[in-house]
């Protein structure tokens, strides 16, 4: 199964440079060493480098490293961070471009003892480390009903100095199945474990090749104008009979390989792709707007909140973004950032929208989903309920070279609701790409979606 990682802000890069020592703390600007509310992390700035220390109660482990591109930004792999200093200058923020919201920082004199000392390698240790991740920053143990120290006695007698990486793999995927969350996964090189809802499926691309083929050739036969944006990841078409839009999204990012994928060029690509469809004389006719996200793996956040502000011809909040940030209490959390919605300065479609959505709407399919609920105008959610995974992803390197990824934050409506596990509901139910509805070359929700907005 793809890792759906969502809008995880550190990339992994490659780097031997040294990090920013406690001398630091004394320069001006950002340079110094940074501890972020909730993350479990330690940020070391310096000598042109961000280097990430990935801490628990009993370990510290360096994590990813970016490389400096101008004053309190730094870039990995196309993803832009950029840390910007507080009136004290003892407090700081830092942001990624493909995420929404801002993490905490706040500045400390030395690094954690732990980050002085290497980690030992032994199957134990690696267990103690991922176990104690899980434990100090999984928001939903309650939720899924899970008693994680119980997991722990359960499964720790079995590790011993002899224990293979692939018996530990093997133990470390019992660990989590539990949960089923499509953000949780173990990865060691190419083998992974992770798994969605029960009853959902995942959104591959074999999947979107053929639900897409299945919509062309029954919901779009005889569209009079269809056209694909973004290496197929966007497809626009108007329904016959000055019928609405039809916007079916598979994915937000992957629209471009230029500037190895950059948050920046998938913003371009969208709003090409937005510009040209959205003319004039298209928003004067257009009876209403379906927006498919049915088969939707997830990527930029930041860009969902970008299309929604072409959906809108006011200012409101999508959503309010918090953390768990006590790694000895679970009902702690960061203080919640609210994210806006703002009229785009472009030409902006305001009437009826329909959403369908299903158990293949992951990720920042379901955060854009979230951030058309209390849009301006008339919305409407057709289909099933979304998979239910909403948080940026942490990838948590072990000792031994493993890989852990976990959620460990929520995204809260105006009511301080959050749909982790369950996902955001319809709130008219058809069935979504059954066998039934492909044996009998039937489309419920979107047919439904077309009635909706004709009346």
Request: charge should be neutral; hydrophobic fraction near 35%.
């Amino acid at each position: 199964m793809r890792i759906v990682t969502a809008t995880a802000v550190i990339l992994t890069l490659a780097a031997s440079a040294a990090p920013a020592t406690a001398a630091d703390a004394g320069r001006s600007g950002t340079d110094g060493l940074w501890r972020m509310d909730g993350y479990g992390t330690v940020l070391a700035l310096g000598h042109g480098v961000y280097q990430e220390y990935q801490t628990t109660a009993v370990s510290c482990l360096k994590g990813d490293t970016a490389r400096q591109t101008g004053p309190g930004t730094y870039t990995a792999d196309g993803t832009v961070l950029t840390v910007r200093l507080g009136r004290d200058h003892d407090h700081a923020r830092l942001s990624a471009d493909g995420s929404v919201g801002h993490r905490r920082l706040r500045r400390i004199a030395a690094l954690p003892d732990k980050c002085t000392r290497p980690a030992p390698q032994d199957p134990r240790t690696a267990f103690d480390v991922f176990w104690q991740s899980f434990e100090e920053n999984y928001p939903f143990f309650a939720a899924k009903g899970v008693d994680w120290p119980a997991v722990r006695d359960r499964y720790r007698p079995l590790i011993h100095r002899d224990t293979t990486r692939s018996q530990l793999f093997d133990v470390f995927s019992r660990m989590v199945a539990p949960l089923y969350d499509a953000h949780v996964a173990v990865q060691d090189g190419d083998r992974v474990f992770a798994q969605g809802r029960p009853g959902t499926e995942t959104p591959t691309e074999q999947l979107d090749a053929r639900v897409k083929k299945f919509t062309v050739e029954r919901d779009l036969a005889r569209a009079p104008y269809r056209r694909d944006f973004a290496a197929g990841r966007l497809t626009y078409a108007d329904l016959p009979g000055n019928g609405p839009g039809y916007l079916r999204i598979s994915g937000f990012g992957g629209y471009t390989t230029a500037d190895h994928g950059s948050y920046a060029a998938d913003l371009a690509e969208l709003d090409r792709a937005l510009d040209t469809v959205l003319t004039t004389e298209r928003l004067r006719r257009l009876p209403g707007l379906i927006i498919d996200l049915r088969i939707n793996g997830g990527g930029s956040d930041a860009l969902g909140i970008h299309l929604a502000g072409r959906l809108t011809d006011r200012a409101y909040v999508a959503y309010a973004k918090r953390a768990r940030n006590d790694p000895a209490d679970p009902t702690r959390h960061t203080r919640p950032e609210p994210v806006p919605v703002l009229p785009a300065h472009a030409p902006r479609y305001t009437g009826p929208v329909a959403v369908l959505t299903g158990g293949s709407t992951v990720s920042a399919g379901e955060t854009f989903t979230q951030a058309l609920m209390d849009r301006p105008g008339r919305t409407i959610r057709i289909g099933q309920p979304t998979q239910g995974v909403f948080s940026d992803v942490m990838s948590r390197k072990l000792p031994n070279g493993m890989t852990a990824w976990l959620p460990n934050e929520e995204f809260l409506t105006h009511e301080g609701r959050a749909f982790d596990g369950t996902g955001i509901p319809p709130q008219i139910t058809e069935p979504v790409f059954t066998r039934e509805e492909f044996e009998q070359s039937r489309d419920s929700a979107f047919d439904r979606a077309v009635n909706e907005l004709e009346r």
